[in-house]
């Protein structure tokens, strides 16, 4: 079931095909975050059975394309731009970017928990199937500037309008749940600046641009909200901005991610805190029923992404922080003085640091419970690491280069305290 009601009857969203691989993914997190090995296992297998049922149920499967499938709706939404809630064996269908994108991450968390636990056979099994599967939606969403939002699966007219031009709110999610490369993503985000610059809009938090003409649609055309510009028909979005300044961080695009996660933060000083759901290009807040406020508060999980995991650079890669990949990335916010800590409350894990930059360097104060953290230190634009220390000792390090973003890359050791230093050359 998508929910539970208050008198402990549940309910689906029929059109959507995304419950399966959600419940893998909640359990994942849930299990990285607390570090509970006993919990993991107790699930583990009702989310095993929910990958399953999604692989063999007609309608969230298509087993020629070996994709997941969906009802024709608006992305990752939960309505049909034709039929509304309505999804059987009749009607048409897609291979949506969203399902895609959720499905290849589920496979990939199940091939770490299965490495955690033992189970090495699975662990491999898993990656390889990630590995078709990500090879299969590419070839067929990607078109040269980003994953198309829909393959149709069914004959479905949508007469004069050009869905393939669509940029769907998925392709950050893309980039996130590593569905695809580092070359792609940049082509994405490419995308996405010149859409920006194109239409003028003070925000490039598009639900899709550009959303369906609404006359052409009964389920559109009949709900204000859905017309050509609004809520998940082209309105903006601020959890797609969150998923874009994340995604820019992870695609070697650090600058524009912080430049994303600046404008967000200025926007909500002038909001007064507040910030809705979604809006009109006009930036006029978007009402979609009577409750709606400017504290629904959708997206603040993907701008904090962007800025622990982006920004600040704390990645918990094992469970309660055993191991950490860490990049801190203030240099591309022109940041010189941080004090970050990142707390798990659940599980007591924490990871605190002090990122001091010097002209020519940076030094970094490191302490948590981590036992090894992989340390990527960006370099300034133009500049390159030329010496590296851990506790005042040289150390072995690798020059990594991501998109248009340059890392030294070190692994630090152990328990306590850790004072690394990097020095800049040319």
């Known amino acids: 079931p998508d929910g539970v009601r208050a008198d402990g009857s549940t309910w689906r969203m029929v059109a959507e095909s995304d419950v399966e691989y959600l419940a893998v993914l909640a359990l994942w997190r849930t299990w990285l975050i607390s570090g509970d090995d006993q919990w993991l296992a107790e699930w583990l297998r009702a989310s095993e059975r929910a990958l399953q049922h999604l692989r063999e149920s007609p309608l969230r499967w298509d087993a020629e394309q070996g994709l997941v499938r969906r009802a024709h709706t608006c992305d990752t939404w939960d309505f049909s731009i034709y039929d509304g809630d309505r999804y059987d064996a009749s009607t048409p269908a897609v291979a949506a970017l969203c399902d895609q994108t959720g499905y290849h991450q589920a496979l990939l968390a199940l091939a770490q928990i299965y490495e955690h636990l033992g189970r090495r056979n699975e662990a491999m099994e898993c990656r390889e199937e990630a590995k078709r599967f990500r ?79 609404h006359a052409d649609y009964p389920f559109l055309r009949n709900h204000k909200y859905q017309h050509t510009g609004g809520y998940c028909n082209g309105g903006l979005m601020p959890w797609v901005g969150g998923a874009l300044s994340h995604a820019a961080f992870v695609a070697g695009e650090a600058v524009f991610g ?76 022109g940041i010189d003085d941080v004090s970050c800590t990142v707390h798990l409350p659940s599980s007591e894990a924490y990871l605190a640091y002090r990122w001091t930059a010097r002209p020519d360097g940076v030094v970094i104060e490191l302490t948590g419970v981590a036992e090894r953290i992989e340390l990527r230190v960006l370099c300034p634009e133009a500049r390159r690491a030329e010496r590296v220390t851990v506790g005042g000792r040289e150390a072995e390090w690798a020059d990594e280069l991501v998109g248009v973003d340059r890392y030294a890359r070190v692994g630090v050791e152990g328990v306590g305290v850790r004072r690394v230093g990097v020095t800049w050359g040319e």
């Open 135 to 213: 090879l299969r939606a590419v070839h067929l969403l990607w078109d040269g500037e980003k994953l198309q939002h829909h393959h149709h699966l069914d004959a479905f007219d949508h007469g004069t309008f050009d869905e393939t031009r669509q940029l769907a709110m998925s392709n950050p999610w893309a980039i996130l749940r590593g569905l695809v490369e580092v070359p792609q993503a940049q082509r994405i985000l490419h995308t996405y600046r010149r859409r920006w610059e194109e239409t003028g809009d003070r925000f490039p938090w598009w639900s899709l641009q550009p959303g369906y003409p």
């Open 258 to 333: 912080a430049e994303l996660l600046r404008d967000y933060a200025q926007f909500l000083v002038e909001q007064g805190g507040e910030i809705y759901t979604w809006y009109w290009p006009d930036m006029q807040p978007g009402f979609r029923t009577a409750n709606t406020t400017g504290h629904d508060g959708w997206g603040m999980g993907h701008w904090l992404a962007a800025l622990f995991e982006g920004l600040a650079g704390v990645e918990s890669t094992g469970p309660a922080m055993r191991t950490v990949t860490l990049s801190p990335r203030w240099t591309a916010a």
